[in-house]
């Protein structure tokens, strides 16, 4: 696999700023003016309780939400309201809490999926599917064979994904979302339901993508032995509102986070 | 003892003693088949895409066919006509997208199931004000579709093949080979499959919903037209020709919802099952059998294979 195209933004520099954003569904407040940033090449981890904001959080990064406050900068350029094409063809990948798959598909036909945006041929040639489209079709089938490879999911790439037992469903999805080449990958809870040698499988390929193709990574995820071991910098969501922000050593030793999970005594 | 001899010998020995004639029935029962399969594949099309059962695509079969005869009545030649009905297919297509779908997205199906009812009712109001109601007829020998019949001697006897018949079997050979490769292997028909299955995860992966949505009801149009075509030269173009879409449900529902393949060989059973039955059992029930024999051929089907012969198969992890 090769690695994906670097944008032109340094390792270590800004590469997505969230500054005061803030959203709301009517009375409910899922975001109080949140701020931070993700640095290129990072891998950024967003914990907090349950309702947090944590998923919403991402959803207003990759546009399916969009904040009534705030300002978002991605790769440089500021955007009040970014739907999710753009952000998919600007340089984000996602993968979903409750694995979000095309069921019917087959693994393979869902990471070809993940590359609807590198392909160009229009219309006419993809309905002779002779000549160029097949060529093209040919050159990204290689890619994608070589993210099956580095995921291990040879096995099943022609099974309906339906089928497929919970955790080789998640592998299957960021296979997709790795399909895209993105700048930026946001991981929704990549581990959640899986046993301990799964969620050893998931940590090496996480840690695989971030140093081998320098991918940034944002990902959201309650078992804190994962996130502590895989993530440069923490941010701690609690309704809402940021409570703490920093290295892993850091966040762990912040009193507001330990009464946040613990509770306090009263 | 005589109705079963009726039932189960006599119809087979009819068959063996006039085997010319068996053939001619095979051969109306395929051409009929081929063209149920067509307006089929109109709502595989958009089944397959979106989920929806489209209950306007026996309208907009009606509606291309008159666009195109009416377009040539106002002087227009046929070829030039039919490009300019294409182009009409597209706007419609563009302006079911913009005006219906859009602003439904993530509606639950049965939303998006009547708002298709609307159209169709629309569609009627609109064809009948520009085009009028009275039946029309198709301008096949304009648009060069063959004449007059091929007559084949067998058995002592002879076979005719009329010869729009072969033309229109040929004709929708290749729609179905061309557009179960592009829904199969290439990058659109991907999309499209993707769009079916779930919305957000083709959002996130950088499909575009608006241009799917046109891409399948334009392809949609396109099929209407053929079929449009086809049907109308057979009889005449007029508003009856809707019905036909009926004719498709049990089509579909043999076939699977979901499988163009399916929608041709689904076609075939039920046309050459109908022709059959009607003309070797159909004078035992006092004839009229056509008109649900295709809905019990389905019905059987069914008992044995809930999701049609080629629908995607049923998978729900508990």
Not at chain 2, 77 to 84: D, E, I, K
Not at chain 2, 148 to 174: H, L, N, P, R, Y
Not at chain 2, 230 to 250: E, H, I, N, Y
């Given at each position: 696999m090769r690695p994906p195209a670097q944008a032109d933004i340094a390792a270590g520099e800004v590469l997505l700023a969230i500054e005061n954003v803030s959203l709301s569904f009517g009375g409910v407040k899922a975001i109080r003016d949140v701020s931070f940033d993700i640095k290129k090449g990072e891998i950024r981890a967003i914990i907090g309780p349950n309702g947090a904001g944590k998923t919403s959080m991402l959803n207003v990064i990759n546009g399916f939400y969009t904040p009534q406050q705030g300002r978002i900068t991605f790769k440089g350029k500021t955007r009040a309201k970014m739907r999710p094409y753009d952000a998919a063809s600007g340089g984000i990948a996602r993968t979903f809490q409750n694995v979000a798959l095309f069921r019917g598909m087959t693994a393979l036909d869902n990471i070809m999926a993940g590359r609807t945006l590198k392909m160009h041929r229009g219309l006419f040639w993809q309905l002779i599917r002779f000549g160029p489209a097949l060529q093209e079709e040919v050159e990204h089938r290689r890619r994608v064979e070589d993210i099956i490879d580095f995921l291990h999911i040879e096995h099943i790439r022609k099974t309906p994904v339906g089928r497929l037992p919970y955790g080789l469903q998640k592998r299957v999805e960021l296979g997709r979302a790795l399909a895209m080449e993105p700048d930026l990958l946001l991981l929704d809870e990549?581990?959640?339901?899986?046993?301990l040698e799964e969620k050893e499988d998931m940590s090496r390929f996480i840690l695989d993508v971030n140093q081998y193709f320098g991918t940034t990574i944002a990902l959201i995820e309650h078992d804190m032995g994962v996130v502590m071991d895989l993530s440069d910098r923490v941010i701690v969501l609690d309704y809402g509102q940021k409570i703490a922000d920093g290295t892993p050593d850091q966040v762990k030793a912040n009193k507001a986070v330990i009464s946040a999970y613990l509770g306090v005594a009263h | 003892m005589e109705i079963l001899y009726k039932i189960f010998v006599d119809p087979f020995v009819q068959m063996a003693g006039a085997p010319d004639l068996l053939i001619q029935t095979l051969w109306e029962g395929l051409v009929s088949g081929v063209l149920y399969a067509l307006i089929a594949l109109g709502f595989v099309l958009i089944f397959k895409a979106s989920g929806v059962f489209n209950f306007a695509q026996g309208i907009m079969v009606v509606f291309a066919a008159l666009t195109l005869v009416g377009l040539h009545a106002k002087g227009i030649p046929a070829f030039v006509a039919l490009a300019l009905t294409i182009v009409v297919m597209l706007v419609l297509a563009i302006a079911v997208e913009r005006l219906m779908l859009r602003p439904l997205v993530n509606q639950p199906d049965i939303i998006l199931f009547m708002a298709t009812f609307g159209l169709t009712y629309f569609l009627i109001g609109l064809g009948e004000l520009i085009f009028g109601g009275e039946p029309k007829v198709m301008i096949a020998s304009e648009l060069g579709l063959p004449k007059g019949a091929v007559e084949w001697k067998v058995f002592g006897g002879f076979v005719s093949f009329q010869k729009i018949d072969i033309a229109a079997a040929v004709i929708a050979s290749i729609m179905v080979a061309t557009l179960a490769v592009f829904f199969q292997k290439t990058r659109i028909g991907r999309a499209l499959r993707a769009v079916a299955d779930s919305h957000k995860a083709a959002l996130s992966v950088g499909i575009s919903l608006e241009q799917i949505w046109v891409i399948v009801w334009f392809a949609a149009g396109i099929v209407a037209l053929a079929t449009g075509i086809m049907w109308g030269a057979r009889s005449d173009v007029s508003f009856a020709l809707q019905t036909l879409a009926l004719k498709a449900l049990p089509v579909l529902i043999l076939g699977g919802f979901t499988s163009i393949p399916g929608a041709i060989v689904g076609g075939v059973i039920i046309g050459v099952g109908e022709k059959l039955g009607e003309f070797y059992w159909g004078p035992l029930l006092g004839s009229g059998i056509e008109s649900w024999l295709a809905y019990v051929i389905a019905l059987v089907f069914l008992l044995f294979r809930p999701q049609g012969l080629f629908g995607e198969r049923i998978i729900e992890r508990i």
């Amino acid at each position: 696999m090769r690695p994906p195209a670097q944008a032109d933004i340094a390792a270590g520099e800004v590469l997505l700023a969230i500054e005061n954003v803030s959203l709301s569904f009517g009375g409910v407040k899922a975001i109080r003016d949140v701020s931070f940033d993700i640095k290129k090449g990072e891998i950024r981890a967003i914990i907090g309780p349950n309702g947090a904001g944590k998923t919403s959080m991402l959803n207003v990064i990759n546009g399916f939400y969009t904040p009534q406050q705030g300002r978002i900068t991605f790769k440089g350029k500021t955007r009040a309201k970014m739907r999710p094409y753009d952000a998919a063809s600007g340089g984000i990948a996602r993968t979903f809490q409750n694995v979000a798959l095309f069921r019917g598909m087959t693994a393979l036909d869902n990471i070809m999926a993940g590359r609807t945006l590198k392909m160009h041929r229009g219309l006419f040639w993809q309905l002779i599917r002779f000549g160029p489209a097949l060529q093209e079709e040919v050159e990204h089938r290689r890619r994608v064979e070589d993210i099956i490879d580095f995921l291990h999911i040879e096995h099943i790439r022609k099974t309906p994904v339906g089928r497929l037992p919970y955790g080789l469903q998640k592998r299957v999805e960021l296979g997709r979302a790795l399909a895209m080449e993105p700048d930026l990958l946001l991981l929704d809870e990549p581990m959640a339901g899986m046993n301990l040698e799964e969620k050893e499988d998931m940590s090496r390929f996480i840690l695989d993508v971030n140093q081998y193709f320098g991918t940034t990574i944002a990902l959201i995820e309650h078992d804190m032995g994962v996130v502590m071991d895989l993530s440069d910098r923490v941010i701690v969501l609690d309704y809402g509102q940021k409570i703490a922000d920093g290295t892993p050593d850091q966040v762990k030793a912040n009193k507001a986070v330990i009464s946040a999970y613990l509770g306090v005594a009263h | 003892m005589e109705i079963l001899y009726k039932i189960f010998v006599d119809p087979f020995v009819q068959m063996a003693g006039a085997p010319d004639l068996l053939i001619q029935t095979l051969w109306e029962g395929l051409v009929s088949g081929v063209l149920y399969a067509l307006i089929a594949l109109g709502f595989v099309l958009i089944f397959k895409a979106s989920g929806v059962f489209n209950f306007a695509q026996g309208i907009m079969v009606v509606f291309a066919a008159l666009t195109l005869v009416g377009l040539h009545a106002k002087g227009i030649p046929a070829f030039v006509a039919l490009a300019l009905t294409i182009v009409v297919m597209l706007v419609l297509a563009i302006a079911v997208e913009r005006l219906m779908l859009r602003p439904l997205v993530n509606q639950p199906d049965i939303i998006l199931f009547m708002a298709t009812f609307g159209l169709t009712y629309f569609l009627i109001g609109l064809g009948e004000l520009i085009f009028g109601g009275e039946p029309k007829v198709m301008i096949a020998s304009e648009l060069g579709l063959p004449k007059g019949a091929v007559e084949w001697k067998v058995f002592g006897g002879f076979v005719s093949f009329q010869k729009i018949d072969i033309a229109a079997a040929v004709i929708a050979s290749i729609m179905v080979a061309t557009l179960a490769v592009f829904f199969q292997k290439t990058r659109i028909g991907r999309a499209l499959r993707a769009v079916a299955d779930s919305h957000k995860a083709a959002l996130s992966v950088g499909i575009s919903l608006e241009q799917i949505w046109v891409i399948v009801w334009f392809a949609a149009g396109i099929v209407a037209l053929a079929t449009g075509i086809m049907w109308g030269a057979r009889s005449d173009v007029s508003f009856a020709l809707q019905t036909l879409a009926l004719k498709a449900l049990p089509v579909l529902i043999l076939g699977g919802f979901t499988s163009i393949p399916g929608a041709i060989v689904g076609g075939v059973i039920i046309g050459v099952g109908e022709k059959l039955g009607e003309f070797y059992w159909g004078p035992l029930l006092g004839s009229g059998i056509e008109s649900w024999l295709a809905y019990v051929i389905a019905l059987v089907f069914l008992l044995f294979r809930p999701q049609g012969l080629f629908g995607e198969r049923i998978i729900e992890r508990i």
